[in-house]
């Protein structure tokens, strides 16, 4: 019954022949072609007669799950296609509830980088509505638009409508004549399994789009046309109450009838959905909403699975109304992982009358009460296709608002699903409410950024400095003395700072040498990733580098924007803290000056994806904290060799001169400190400028010399993109996964005292107690500096084979005052 064509009979023959209804392509494809995709039955409706039931939906008629989704993934794609990648960065993806709430996010997940919103018809207590609309033909009609984000539909971009057909149009003029009144923009994209407008339909939408002074594009994966005669909704009335009544000359399916079996009491599976995690798009769901649902699914499908029969050979996965999305990725994981059929539906409101008969795509019905407390009253909810599906277990997915004694009564969903199929489990998920919005008091204004010479040695247009000053403070202590207070737990490396290091003229000559050596490889590397970020983040990121590693490579990917698009792009450095997140008021003045989706973090290198890690969860942290959305936590970097990111300039693991020395190439700041006797809570994290360190200061000179080799690599840098932007880039934690396994080869048993990559190797020789180095036997000169302070530090320097890394620090495991080296002896550096 799952299948447009049955036995070689098209699913919507019954509704063609009794009412005369026709079915027609207009896109080049025949009438088969789209009859391959759609059924047709007959509304419990006054309002129009028939319906257009889709077989990749997911919603009425029981498909593969990986059917569904990549229909909506592939129209994702098509559109990000039509928008090119940098309009794409700015659009927000609204879908309808609530049939097309799991096509939308698919649509979403498609264009890869679009936070998702749908229109739900369940308010929620202490959300203000953003704006709703009306839909002519649909039962139910009033749709709400309860962003916990108000800003969300608030931006330009574009704006993509998804719903499952199109008909007449109303239903998308009414949600655009709605929010174009509150936040005009420029550009809108109609998404859609089919369009089935008639001519006049799409003239008056481009009437309409002319009159709006906006452009409306569409994008389906198929179109075509349903002619009616004139009295198809009388007749169609007639026809569903002769079948109602039971005097149809067929056999209707009224309500399935009970299995001869008693049936068993549901059992259940508790999720362990991740705290937090958005249920959906009512809300909003962001890209990184979406990667931690994705780093959940296998174990949350494996709870499942595990508590599924032995021999269960065909499983329905049954989602609740606008509940779509969550069910749908779970039944595709389920779909990979177990060897037996997998299929993928949802419950709904919608009336629709079933008749038990290979033409009609209705075959059967479970009607059972509502069990979410609606706010329109109570009222039936129907379950099609399911009775008569062959399947030997349900897993109904239901949130935790529709976790009500209903949902348990006697003629409630779970036992009407278990007159029908030998067992089903419920799975939970939980409701997601937004935390009300505050405002704790706080001061009137942020302090505006910092900038040099007052602060740094950078020029003031460089980069703006969300950070207090802090250099009247003495915070520096010795390193052995740092390195026991915090390995004892005593206190956290940023509560102080390290004695800057002073480089010996040996070292100077190495700086220079290394950059003389390396400065068109890092040229082409910044061209690459501030060009990737152009194209697929926003054509005017708003650079934020993770100070103070970042803050070289955020000016010139900033200078690199000048030099080859002529654009000033803002740059500003903030501070985050591994173990106690980012600057949360810098995010917050952030916001109030600039769109937060057009915030690109950027930083020096990736090591082992710690920093990464923590941005992310800080993000997700404030945003649920602080309600303001948008921050997208993937880092830009120059260089990955830890396989952390997607947007990077190299995956080379090569020496980057600005790693050799601390302030002196890096605006003459110190790294970040965060204090609570110093920083309260309405302050900028604090660092120091040390301008006495003004004649050894190098920062502005690495810049020219990197930017003195932009024209003689931005050939090469276009080639180099255009490959990129082809490949799968996304991040295996191969790095993570080599510092593992070092941290046990070598006894030390803790990461965080691993430190691969040239860059954070030459961190642990400057400002930590190293106690050996592990290099690459083929590193050659990328690691001479490496070599200089490892035998100034009386550290080994030990070469071996399989390193992904050109060489990894390793810090003192059992750290004792004076002990540094190899033996744990104290050496004079």
């Given at each position: 019954?799952?299948?447009?064509?049955?036995?070689?009979?098209?699913?919507?023959?019954?509704?063609?022949?009794?009412?005369?209804?026709?079915?027609?392509?207009?896109?080049?494809?025949?009438?088969?072609?789209?009859?391959?995709?759609?059924?047709?039955?007959?509304?419990?409706?006054?309002?129009?007669?028939?319906?257009?039931?889709?077989?990749?939906?997911?919603?009425?008629?029981?498909?593969?799950?990986?059917?569904?989704?990549?229909?909506?993934?592939?129209?994702?794609?098509?559109?990000?296609?039509?928008?090119?990648?940098?309009?794409?960065?700015?659009?927000?993806?609204?879908?309808?509830?609530?049939?097309?709430?799991?096509?939308?996010?698919?649509?979403?997940?498609?264009?890869?980088?679009?936070?998702?919103?749908?229109?739900?018809?369940?308010?929620?207590?202490?959300?203000?509505p953003a704006g709703g609309f009306e839909e002519s033909h649909s039962h139910a009609t009033s749709h709400l638009l309860l962003p916990s984000d108000p800003g969300l539909l608030a931006g330009d971009g574009p704006l993509v409508l998804v719903d499952d057909e199109f008909s007449t149009g109303n239903t998308v003029l009414n949600t655009i004549r709605d929010l174009h009144a509150?936040?005009?923009?420029?550009?809108?994209?109609?998404?859609?399994?089919?369009?089935?407008?008639?001519?006049?339909?799409?003239?008056?939408?481009?009437?309409?789009?002319?009159?709006?002074?906006?452009?409306?594009?569409?994008?389906?994966?198929?179109?075509?046309?349903?002619?009616?005669?004139?009295?198809?909704?009388?007749?169609?009335?007639?026809?569903?109450?002769?079948?109602?009544?039971?005097?149809?000359?067929?056999?209707?399916?009224?309500?399935?009838?009970?299995?001869?079996?008693?049936?068993?009491?549901?059992?259940?599976?508790?999720?362990?959905?991740?705290?937090?995690?958005?249920?959906?798009?009512?809300?909003?769901?962001?890209?990184?909403?979406?990667?931690?649902?994705?780093?959940?699914?296998?174990?949350?499908?494996?709870?499942?699975?595990?508590?599924?029969?032995?021999?269960?050979?065909?499983?329905?996965?049954?989602?609740?109304?606008?509940?779509?999305?969550?069910?749908?990725?779970?039944?595709?994981?389920?779909?990979?992982?177990?060897?037996?059929?997998?299929?993928?539906?949802?419950?709904?409101?919608?009336?629709?009358?079933?008749?038990?008969?290979?033409?009609?795509?209705?075959?059967?019905?479970?009607?059972?009460?509502?069990?979410?407390?609606?706010?329109?009253?109570?009222?039936?909810?129907?379950?099609?296709?399911?009775?008569?599906?062959?399947?030997?277990?349900?897993?109904?997915?239901?949130?935790?608002?529709?976790?009500?004694?209903?949902?348990?009564?006697?003629?409630g969903l779970l036992a009407r699903l278990a007159e029908q199929v030998p067992h089903v489990l419920l799975a939970v998920v939980p409701s997601f409410v937004p935390e009300p919005p505050h405002a704790p008091e706080r001061p009137a204004m942020l302090p505006e950024p910092l900038r040099g010479p007052a602060f740094s040695s950078y020029p003031p247009d460089e980069v703006g400095w969300l950070l207090q000053d802090l250099s009247d403070v003495t915070l520096e202590a010795p390193t052995e003395e740092r390195e026991e207070a915090v390995q004892r737990g005593g206190a956290h490396y940023a509560e102080s700072l390290p004695v800057e290091y002073q480089p010996s003229a040996r070292y100077q000559e190495l700086f220079h040498t290394a950059l003389a050596a390396s400065a068109a490889r890092i040229a082409r590397a910044v061209g690459v990733v501030t060009d990737t970020v152009l194209t697929e983040r926003s054509p005017r990121p708003v650079l934020v580098s993770l100070a103070r590693a970042g803050?070289?490579?955020?000016?010139?990917?900033?200078?690199?924007?000048?030099?080859?698009?002529?654009?000033?792009?803002?740059?500003?450095?903030?501070?985050?803290?591994?173990?106690?997140?980012?600057?949360?008021?810098?995010?917050?003045?952030?916001?109030?000056?600039?769109?937060?989706r057009d915030v690109v973090f950027v930083d020096g290198w990736t090591g082992k994806g710690a920093i990464t890690r923590e941005l992310a969860k800080a993000v997700e942290e404030f945003e649920r904290k602080e309600g303001i959305g948008g921050f997208d936590p993937e880092i830009a970097v120059l260089a990955d060799p830890g396989s952390c990111v997607r947007t990077y300039g190299t995956r080379e693991d090569f020496l980057i001169p600005s790693a050799c020395l601390n302030s002196t190439v890096s605006g003459l700041i110190s790294r970040t400190v965060l204090r609570a006797d110093l920083v309260g809570p309405d302050d900028f994290h604090g660092a120091k400028f040390y301008r006495e360190l003004a004649g050894d200061d190098v920062s502005v000179a690495f810049l020219d010399a990197v930017e003195a080799r932009f024209?003689?690599?931005?050939?090469?840098?276009?080639?180099?993109?255009?490959?990129?932007?082809?490949?799968?880039?996304?991040?295996?934690?191969?790095?993570?996964?080599?510092?593992?396994?070092?941290?046990?080869?070598?006894?030390?048993?803790?990461?965080?005292?691993?430190?691969?990559?040239?860059?954070?190797?030459?961190?642990?020789?400057?400002?930590?107690?190293?106690?050996?180095?592990?290099?690459?036997?083929?590193?050659?000169?990328?690691?001479?500096?490496?070599?200089?302070?490892?035998?100034?530090?009386?550290?080994?320097?030990?070469?071996v084979d399989g390193l992904p890394y050109s060489c990894v620090g390793l810090i003192h495991p059992r750290y004792t005052r004076g002990a540094t080296g190899a033996d744990g002896k104290a050496v004079n550096v």
């Open positions: 019954m799952n299948n447009a064509v049955n036995d070689g009979v098209w699913s919507g023959s019954w509704v063609a022949e009794r009412l005369g209804v026709g079915l027609e392509g207009t896109d080049g494809r025949s009438g088969a072609d789209l009859r391959a995709m759609l059924g047709l039955a007959l509304r419990r409706n006054p309002k129009r007669a028939h319906l257009l039931v889709s077989h990749v939906l997911g919603k009425h008629v029981p498909q593969t799950p990986s059917v569904v989704y990549g229909h909506g993934v592939r129209l994702g794609r098509r559109v990000h296609a039509l928008l090119g990648p940098a309009e794409a960065a700015r659009a927000v993806v609204l879908g309808y509830a609530e049939t097309a709430t799991g096509l939308g996010h698919a649509v979403a997940d498609g264009l890869g980088t679009a936070p998702y919103l749908h229109s739900t018809r369940r308010p929620v207590a202490g959300v203000a509150r936040y005009p923009r420029r550009r809108y994209v109609v998404v859609a399994l089919v369009d089935m407008r008639s001519a006049r339909d799409v003239r008056r939408l481009e009437g309409f789009a002319k009159e709006l002074g906006a452009r409306v594009d569409l994008v389906s994966a198929a179109s075509g046309v349903v002619t009616l005669p004139e009295d198809v909704l009388e007749k169609g009335q007639a026809l569903v109450a002769r079948y109602e009544s039971g005097s149809g000359p067929d056999a209707p399916a009224r309500a399935a009838r009970p299995r001869h079996v008693p049936p068993r009491a549901a059992g259940r599976v508790d999720l362990h959905w991740p705290a937090g995690l958005p249920d959906g798009g009512r809300h909003g769901f962001t890209p990184a909403h979406r990667a931690r649902l994705e780093a959940a699914l296998p174990a949350m499908a494996g709870r499942i699975s595990g508590a599924l029969p032995a021999g269960a050979g065909k499983i329905l996965v049954l989602g609740f109304e606008e509940l779509m999305y969550a069910p749908l990725r779970l039944a595709g994981e389920l779909e990979r992982v177990l060897d037996g059929e997998v299929r993928f539906s949802t419950t709904t409101r919608s009336p629709v009358l079933a008749v038990d008969d290979p033409g009609y795509a209705i075959r059967s019905r479970i009607v059972f009460p509502a069990h979410d407390e609606p706010a329109d009253g109570p009222g039936e909810r129907y379950a099609y296709n399911v009775a008569g599906g062959g399947f030997d277990a349900v897993v109904a997915v239901v949130d935790s608002a529709g976790d009500t004694p209903a949902l348990h009564a006697p003629d803050t070289p490579v955020g000016v010139l990917m900033r200078r690199w924007a000048r030099f080859r698009h002529g654009l000033e792009l803002p740059h500003y450095a903030v501070s985050i803290v591994r173990g106690r997140g980012i600057d949360a008021n810098a995010l917050r003045w952030l916001a109030a000056h600039h769109d937060p024209a003689e690599v931005a050939d090469s840098v276009a080639e180099e993109v255009k490959e990129l932007l082809a490949e799968d880039r996304t991040p295996t934690w191969a790095g993570w996964r080599a510092v593992e396994r070092i941290s046990e080869e070598y006894g030390i048993h803790d990461v965080n005292l691993v430190k691969p990559g040239v860059g954070e190797t030459t961190r642990v020789l400057l400002r930590r107690v190293p106690w050996r180095i592990l290099a690459h036997k083929d590193a050659g000169a990328d690691l001479d500096h490496v070599r200089l302070l490892a035998q100034q530090r009386g550290v080994p320097v030990e070469e």
